[in-house]
């Protein structure tokens, strides 16, 4: 199985900070690469997927990078409704293996 | 508009079987790429299972031989089969449709989520 890692597993940050998630495979998926965003209590919402598309609906200060191993989720300006915890997942093979999770908070 | 409804959860016994239905609207099922995705108590989100639009089917290892994913396609419906539950497939089940059919899902369309519970 493909396994993801998510760095960090935490940060904080304020409002109007440029906030950078890493995501990395254990094996080279391309760029089969998606990012979910999760408020508590909340469904996942998809915020870009093949590794650099932005998903219909989704603000242009989320943005996504990489291939291959290496992927980058980039939030330009962080709004106060971007706090929330977010999830890197491969969809390169079965099964769909989701990293930890990167929660992001308010400083 | 598109729309995933489960159904189907609730609180069951160790060794039980249950049965989650997923309803979609604004969308054929049969056509796409459908999984269904799991979230313990306070963890990240699992992948469980997916069917292809041809019918096949694939699982995660913690599921396979006990989970079957299916539909109907005159309801329009997912349904993932759990047979011998263990308390460590407590979780709410989402169920969740691939946008692209990207191999195994960028998923764009969720449900609002079902609570499993597998307790005595």
């Known amino acids: 199985d493909i396994q993801m890692t998510q760095s960090p597993s935490s940060l904080s940050a304020s409002v109007g900070d440029r906030v950078t998630i890493t995501c990395r495979a254990s094996q080279s998926i391309a760029s089969y690469l998606n990012w979910y965003l999760q408020k508590p209590g909340k469904v996942p919402k998809l915020l870009i997927y093949a590794a650099s598309s932005l998903q219909s609906g989704v603000p242009s200060r989320f943005s996504g990078s990489g291939s291959g191993p290496d992927f980058t989720l980039t939030i330009s300006s962080l709004q106060p409704e971007d706090f929330a915890t977010y999830y890197c997942q491969q969809s390169y093979s079965t099964p769909g293996t989701f990293g930890g999770g990167t929660k992001v908070e308010i400083k | 508009e598109m729309q995933l409804v489960e159904s189907g959860g609730g609180l069951i016994q160790p060794g039980g079987s249950l049965r989650l239905s997923c309803a979609a609207s604004?969308?054929?099922?049969?056509?796409?790429?459908m999984s269904w995705v799991r979230q313990a108590p306070g963890k990240g989100l699992e992948w469980v299972s997916i069917i292809y639009s041809g019918g096949i089917t694939y699982y995660a290892d913690s599921v396979k031989g006990r989970f079957t994913i299916s539909r109907d396609n005159s309801k329009n419906t997912l349904y993932l089969q759990m047979n011998s539950l263990r308390a460590d497939d407590t979780a709410v089940y989402y169920c969740?449709?691939?946008?692209?059919?990207?191999?195994?899902?960028?998923?764009?369309?969720w449900g609002q989520g079902t609570m499993v519970t597998v307790s005595s």
């Open positions: 969740a449709r691939d946008g692209y059919n990207s191999r195994v899902g960028a998923f764009d369309i």
């Open positions: 604004g969308f054929t099922v049969s056509s796409n790429y």
